[in-house]
């Protein structure tokens, strides 16, 4: 009987209405986050893909150039040049002819050059070598003395011995 009499007082409707309202809004809530956060992402997204384009087109434009410098040397490295002259007056042909002499003589020297300028490093090492060298060649040279004298007493003494 109790729960027949006991209807539903209007605040505590309104109550229910109020709570039923809150999570409606909650949930549009939740749905707009939830749509502003894919929006963002999506926002991003293209502007870091448009980001990337450019650099890409950036660097297409840069190879670009290359290999069109690329076809410019090659024609460049083709094209025979022993054909053309140098616009050199008449007077300075002498010295030219000179220049080019004392070129070419460079050059065949250059590997020599170059050896000499490699082994400056070990100039140091090569004296005293030097300097050892030159020491036994003396310890030599004095007891070839010795022995010189040595074989012209013996011969002294062979002369003696034989006079006699």
């Given at each position: 009987t109790?729960?027949?009499?006991?209807?539903?007082?209007?605040?505590?409707?309104?109550?229910?209405e109020m709570?039923?309202?809150?999570?409606?809004?909650?949930?549009i809530?939740?749905?707009?986050?939830?749509?502003?956060?894919?929006?963002?992402?999506?926002?991003?997204?293209?502007?870091?893909?448009?980001?990337?384009?450019?650099?890409?087109?950036?660097m297409?434009?840069?190879?670009?150039?290359i290999l069109?410098?690329?076809?410019d040397?090659?024609?460049?490295?083709?094209?025979?040049r022993?054909?053309?002259?140098?616009?050199?007056e008449?007077?300075?042909?002498?010295?030219?002819?000179?220049?080019?002499?004392?070129?070419v003589?460079?050059?065949?020297?250059?590997?020599?050059?170059?050896?000499?300028?490699?082994?400056?490093?070990?100039?140091?090492?090569?004296?005293n070598?030097?300097d050892?060298?030159?020491?036994?060649t003396?310890?030599?040279?004095?007891e070839?003395?010795?022995?010189?004298?040595?074989?012209?007493?013996?011969?002294e003494?062979?002369k003696?011995?034989?006079?006699n």
């Amino acid at each position: 009987t109790l729960d027949l009499t006991c209807r539903r007082a209007p605040c505590f409707a309104k109550f229910a209405e109020m709570e039923e309202m809150v999570k409606m809004e909650a949930e549009i809530n939740e749905v707009q986050l939830l749509l502003l956060s894919v929006t963002i992402g999506s926002t991003l997204q293209f502007y870091f893909i448009g980001e990337k384009c450019e650099i890409l087109q950036d660097m297409n434009r840069h190879l670009e150039a290359i290999l069109k410098e690329k076809r410019d040397l090659r024609k460049r490295l083709i094209k025979q040049r022993c054909q053309e002259s140098l616009p050199v007056e008449a007077t300075y042909h002498k010295s030219i002819v000179e220049l080019l002499t004392e070129a070419v003589t460079f050059i065949e020297k250059l590997e020599s050059h170059l050896q000499s300028v490699r082994s400056i490093p070990q100039i140091p090492h090569m004296m005293n070598n030097m300097d050892t060298t030159l020491s036994k060649t003396e310890v030599l040279m004095i007891e070839l003395e010795e022995l010189t004298e040595q074989i012209l007493k013996w011969e002294e003494l062979q002369k003696e011995v034989y006079s006699n």
